[in-house]
């Protein structure tokens, strides 16, 4: 204690302060307030730093605030559409391919927004598939096609391999905001074919094809009149063709179309593949639907990007890639596509694959039309592109693989097994001679049809093209 004591005596005489002293000078430091002339030259520093920010954020606001003002309403409606079309899922698959696919419930499904369709009850199966009126051996030649010369495998989507969707419900693509600005169109005119305001006069027995207004075919097609037609059906070979224009597109389909050709009153039904760097945002094949009821004025749309199209199938996705796809001289890849009239619901089906791989994928109902609630008229099938002529020079865009139907199997792009359904719900071989073919420019794309019985193919056809070259400036 002593010893303690001394230290403590010890300290004062130094001038230490005590423990006590130190706690008294602590508070009342912390009590004395500080000015700015009295303040460190570090916070001074800051206080000069954050006043030279607050100036210049002040400054450059009026400019943000007009932007945002700009923007903000746009954004807004486009919000508004897009949580019109992206109903809430019950399932989120993100695909390889970047689409992110969401599992809707099919009775809250987008289709049925349709002011016709509002008491619609959804059709989950028609009564009878069209009855192949062909033998069995022809038919299973037909679905199979295993010629050692022509054999081709069945293409199918990318997003299986990343999930699937649970029954009950249907497998959407996901529509951004990126593709509605990509389009550079209003939201009415997204995701429908520019309209044909420009339609030249067109004879009876003509495709319905429009020359003169960068829309450019190389088709199969029957003569307007020839027969009542409920449906038709083609197995297609898919290809990955190169699009030059970001706002072009490459298209192989069917066609179902009934109703004036030169007026305001067409009504066609569509399916196939379809590369579309302005709709989807990349180069990839994908499955799409088509409608319209009014010569694409004001009704229809690709996929489901409007309502109309009733999804009944939870494993394939409208809009989706297909893979794989058939390469130059290498494995061939093909779909098979039918679309049907429902005779006693007058709905028109739509199915994806042949044979036991066949897939119901949904329907158009017969509410949406006028004279496609009776029958079609005519069938069309081959491929289409956009020519908006580049430099004053032919697009370069490719149609089915980029090659001329004359290089045959391998190398240009087919469509096989060409038939049609008649008013007894029967499937039959379309005969070769029921067929015109038509390509306004041979030079750009042509088509060479022909009838194989052997390979199982039928009335087939080769098409396509790679648009701009020394035959086509």
Not at 387 to 413: D, I, L, V, W, Y
Request: hydrophobic share 35%; net charge positive; charged share 20%.
């Amino acid at each position: 204690m002593m010893r303690t004591a001394m230290k403590k005596r010890r300290r004062r005489r130094h001038g230490q302060p005590r423990q006590r002293d130190l706690v008294v000078v602590d508070q009342s430091e912390s009590r004395r307030p500080m000015s700015p002339c009295s303040a460190p030259k570090l916070l001074r520093l800051l206080l000069v730093s954050l006043f030279l920010l607050a100036c210049t954020c002040a400054a450059a606001s009026s400019s943000v605030t007009e932007d945002v003002q700009y923007l903000s309403p746009k954004m807004a409606r486009i919000q508004r559409h897009l949580d019109r079309l992206n109903k809430p899922s019950t399932r989120t698959i993100q695909s390889m391919d970047g689409d992110t696919i969401d599992c809707v419930p099919r009775h809250e499904q987008h289709a049925l927004d349709h002011p016709l369709l509002k008491s619609h009850k959804i059709q989950l199966a028609p009564p009878r598939m069209p009855a192949s009126s062909t033998s069995p051996a022809s038919a299973a030649s037909s679905s199979n096609s295993t010629s050692s010369n022509r054999a081709a495998r069945r293409a199918w989507q990318t997003w299986h391999h990343a999930g699937h969707c649970p029954k009950g419900t249907v497998p959407v693509r996901r529509t951004t905001a990126e593709d509605v600005l990509r389009g550079r169109r209003s939201l009415f005119r997204f995701g429908r074919k520019h309209h044909r305001r420009d339609r030249a006069p067109r004879a009876a027995n003509a495709p319905d094809v429009v020359t003169g207004n960068g829309h450019e075919h190389a088709i199969a097609y029957t003569a307007v009149g020839q027969q009542e037609v409920y449906g038709a059906k083609a197995t297609i070979n898919v290809w990955d063709p190169s699009i030059q224009e970001s706002n072009g597109f490459s298209l192989s389909q069917l066609w179902l179309l009934s109703g004036s050709f030169n007026g305001s009153d067409l009504n066609s039904i569509e399916a196939g593949w379809q590369v579309s760097p302005e709709l989807y945002g990349d180069s990839r094949p994908r499955l799409f639907t088509y409608w319209t009821s009014d010569a694409y004025e004001a009704t229809g749309c690709y996929n489901a990007l409007c309502p109309g199209f009733v999804q009944t199938s939870s494993r394939v996705a409208i809009g989706a890639s297909i893979s794989p796809v058939s390469s130059l001289a290498g494995e061939q890849y093909d779909m098979t596509l039918l679309i049907w009239k429902d005779p006693k619901l007058g709905n028109w089906w739509l199915s994806y694959g042949d044979g036991g791989a066949s897939q119901l994928v949904g329907y158009w109902p017969a509410e949406l039309f006028t004279h496609l609630s009776g029958h079609a008229s005519m069938v069309e099938w081959g491929g289409e592109v956009v020519n908006t002529s580049p430099g004053g020079a032919h697009t370069a865009t490719q149609m089915g693989s980029g090659r001329f139907a004359g290089e045959g199997f391998g190398r240009a792009s087919y469509f096989r097994n060409l038939e049609m359904v008649d008013a007894g719900n029967s499937l039959a071989p379309v005969s070769l001679d029921a067929v015109q073919t038509l390509a306004e420019d041979g030079g750009c794309y042509d088509i060479r049809k022909a009838y194989d019985e052997r390979d199982g193919w039928g009335t087939h056809f080769y098409y396509g093209g790679p648009g701009h070259n020394p035959a086509c400036p």
